[in-house]
C-alpha cells in the first residue's frame, strides 16, 4: 500500500516537473547551431597568379556598382525592371521564411491575450463604467439607476452577440492551426519527420478521437456533482487533468504514427504522470469565473503544454500500479455507436471504423499481456 502511494506520488511530481521544465526549452530549439566553416590552408601563389589577382581586383574597383548591381538583377529576373523585382522580393523575404517557434507562440499569446482577453476586460472594466457615469451625468442620480438597468444589459448583449462570438468561433479555427503549426515544427525539430497515416484514417480517428474526448469532459462533469463534494471536485481534476494530458501528447503520438486507442491505453497505464502534467493547465483554467476568460488562459498556455509534452520521455516514469480505467465507458460508448451505426452500410466508412474497433481490441488484448 505505501509502495502504489509512493509511486503514485513520484508520477504526479514527475509529470508536473516535466510540463514547467518542458516549457523553458522553446528558445533552446529556437537556436540554430551553424557549424564553423573549415578554413582552407592558403595556397602559395605565384608570382604570375598573384599579377592576375590584383588585376581583377583593380577592374572591379573602377567598375560603378550600379552596372554590376544592373546586371546581378538582370541575370536573376531575366527583365529590365529587375531592380523593382529585386527590391521588393527583398522587402517581403522575411514574410516568407518560416517563423520560429518561439515566434508562433508569441502570436498565439497576442491574440488570445492581447485581443480577445483584453477586449473583455476594457470593455467591462473601462467601458461600461465610463458610460455608466456619461449616463448619470446626462440623466441625473435618481434615474440613472433605472437608465442603466436596461442600457447595460443591451450593451452586454450586443458586445458579446458581434463581437465576442464571431471572435471565440474565429479563435478556435486560428487556434487550431497555430497548435497544430507548433506541434509540427516542435517534433521537426527535435523528432524528424512525423510518421502520418493514410488520410482516410487519419480523418476516422481524429473524429473518433473528438467523440471520446467529448463524452470524457461530459463524464467529468456529472460526476462533479456526486453528493460527496470534495469527492467530486476530486475526481473533476482528475478528469481534466488527464484530458489535458492527452490534449498535449496527442500531436506527438499522432506523428509517431498511434492510434487513438493507443493514447488512450498510455494515459490510463501511466495515469499518475499524466495527472501531475496536467494539473498546471487544469488549476489556472480552473481560477476564472468566466468560460471565455478560462478558454483564453488554456489556449495562452497550451502551446507551452505541447512543447513539454514533446520534450517529455514520459515512458521513463512508468508507474508498476494498477491501470486506471477512466476512458473505459466512453471508449465502450463510442465504440459501440460508430460499429454499430455503420455496420449494415458497407461503405468505407464502416470499414474505417471496423478497422478501429479491431485496433482497439488488439491494442487491449496487447496490454493484458504486458
Given at each position: 500500500?505505501?509502495?502504489?502511494?509512493?509511486?503514485?506520488?513520484?508520477?504526479?511530481?514527475?509529470?508536473?516537473?516535466?510540463?514547467?521544465?518542458?516549457?523553458?526549452?522553446?528558445?533552446?530549439?529556437?537556436?540554430?547551431?551553424?557549424?564553423?566553416?573549415?578554413?582552407?590552408?592558403?595556397?602559395?601563389?605565384?608570382?604570375?597568379?598573384?599579377?592576375?589577382?590584383?588585376?581583377?581586383?583593380?577592374?572591379?574597383?573602377?567598375?560603378?556598382?550600379?552596372?554590376?548591381?544592373?546586371?546581378?538583377?538582370?541575370?536573376?529576373?531575366?527583365?529590365?525592371?529587375?531592380?523593382?523585382?529585386?527590391?521588393?522580393?527583398?522587402?517581403?523575404?522575411?514574410?516568407?521564411?518560416?517563423?520560429?517557434?518561439?515566434?508562433?507562440?508569441?502570436?498565439?499569446?497576442?491574440?488570445?491575450?492581447?485581443?480577445?482577453?483584453?477586449?473583455?476586460?476594457?470593455?467591462?472594466?473601462?467601458?461600461?463604467?465610463?458610460?455608466?457615469?456619461?449616463?448619470?451625468?446626462?440623466?441625473?442620480?435618481?434615474?440613472?439607476?433605472?437608465?442603466?438597468?436596461?442600457?447595460?444589459?443591451?450593451?452586454?448583449?450586443?458586445?458579446?452577440?458581434?463581437?465576442?462570438?464571431?471572435?471565440?468561433?474565429?479563435?478556435?479555427?486560428?487556434?487550431?492551426?497555430?497548435?497544430?503549426?507548433?506541434?509540427?515544427?516542435?517534433?521537426?525539430?527535435?523528432?524528424?519527420?512525423?510518421?502520418?497515416?493514410?488520410?482516410?484514417?487519419?480523418?476516422?480517428?481524429?473524429?473518433?478521437?473528438?467523440?471520446?474526448?467529448?463524452?470524457?469532459?461530459?463524464?467529468?462533469?456529472?460526476?462533479?456533482?456526486?453528493?460527496?463534494?470534495?469527492?467530486?471536485q476530486s475526481i473533476s481534476v482528475l478528469h481534466m487533468c488527464l484530458?489535458?494530458?492527452?490534449?498535449?501528447?496527442?500531436?506527438?503520438?499522432?506523428?509517431?504514427?498511434?492510434?487513438?486507442?493507443?493514447?488512450?491505453?498510455?494515459?490510463?497505464?501511466?495515469?499518475?504522470?499524466?495527472?501531475?502534467?496536467?494539473?498546471?493547465?487544469?488549476?489556472?483554467?480552473?481560477?476564472?469565473?468566466?468560460?471565455?476568460?478560462?478558454?483564453?488562459?488554456?489556449?495562452?498556455?497550451?502551446?507551452?503544454?505541447?512543447?513539454?509534452?514533446?520534450?517529455?520521455?514520459?515512458?521513463?516514469?512508468?508507474?508498476?500500479?494498477?491501470?486506471?480505467?477512466?476512458?473505459?465507458?466512453?471508449?465502450?460508448?463510442?465504440?459501440?455507436?460508430?460499429?454499430?451505426?455503420?455496420?449494415?452500410?458497407?461503405?468505407?466508412?464502416?470499414?474505417?471504423?471496423?478497422?478501429?474497433?479491431?485496433?482497439?481490441?488488439?491494442?487491449?488484448?496487447?496490454?493484458?499481456?504486458?
Open positions: 500500500m505505501y509502495n502504489t502511494f509512493q509511486h503514485i506520488c513520484n508520477g504526479i511530481i514527475n509529470g508536473f516537473r516535466d510540463n514547467i521544465l518542458g516549457a523553458l526549452k522553446v528558445y533552446k530549439m529556437d537556436a540554430e547551431i551553424e557549424p564553423e566553416p573549415i578554413k582552407k590552408p592558403e595556397e602559395e601563389m605565384t608570382v604570375l597568379a598573384r599579377r592576375r589577382a590584383e588585376k581583377k581586383l583593380f577592374k572591379k574597383k573602377l567598375e560603378p556598382k550600379e552596372s554590376l548591381y544592373n546586371h546581378m538583377i538582370r541575370s536573376h529576373t531575366g527583365n529590365p525592371n529587375g531592380r523593382a523585382i529585386f527590391q521588393l522580393l527583398k522587402l517581403f523575404s522575411p514574410f516568407f521564411k518560416a517563423p520560429r517557434i518561439s515566434q508562433r507562440i508569441f502570436l498565439c499569446c497576442a491574440w488570445n491575450g492581447g485581443l480577445f482577453w483584453m477586449s473583455i476586460f476594457l470593455f467591462y472594466n473601462v467601458l461600461l463604467p465610463i458610460l455608466q457615469w456619461i449616463t448619470s451625468l446626462i440623466s441625473g442620480q435618481s434615474n440613472s439607476m433605472l437608465l442603466w438597468g436596461w442600457i447595460g444589459p443591451v450593451l452586454s448583449w450586443v458586445f458579446s452577440t458581434l463581437w465576442l462570438l464571431p471572435l471565440f468561433v474565429l479563435s478556435k479555427i486560428v487556434n487550431n492551426l497555430w497548435f497544430q503549426d507548433i506541434a509540427d515544427a516542435a517534433y521537426r525539430k527535435s523528432r524528424g519527420k512525423p510518421l502520418l497515416p493514410n488520410i482516410s484514417i487519419f480523418i476516422a480517428d481524429m473524429v473518433f478521437s473528438l467523440v471520446v474526448q467529448s463524452l470524457f469532459l461530459i463524464q467529468g462533469m456529472l460526476l462533479k456533482f456526486l453528493p460527496i463534494s470534495p469527492v467530486g484530458l489535458y494530458s492527452l490534449y498535449s501528447f496527442e500531436y506527438k503520438w499522432i506523428n509517431m504514427g498511434l492510434g487513438i486507442h493507443q493514447r488512450v491505453s498510455k494515459i490510463e497505464m501511466n495515469w499518475p504522470y499524466f495527472c501531475g502534467f496536467g494539473l498546471p493547465l487544469a488549476i489556472l483554467t480552473s481560477l476564472p469565473s468566466s468560460f471565455v476568460v478560462s478558454g483564453c488562459v488554456f489556449s495562452i498556455l497550451f502551446p507551452l503544454s505541447i512543447i513539454s509534452a514533446n520534450e517529455a520521455n514520459e515512458n521513463n516514469y512508468r508507474s508498476e500500479i494498477f491501470k486506471l480505467k477512466m476512458f473505459g465507458p466512453v471508449i465502450y460508448i463510442s465504440d459501440a455507436f460508430f460499429y454499430y451505426s455503420f455496420k449494415d452500410q458497407g461503405s468505407p466508412r464502416y470499414a474505417r471504423t471496423d478497422a478501429l474497433f479491431q485496433q482497439s481490441q488488439t491494442s487491449e488484448t496487447l496490454t493484458r499481456k504486458r
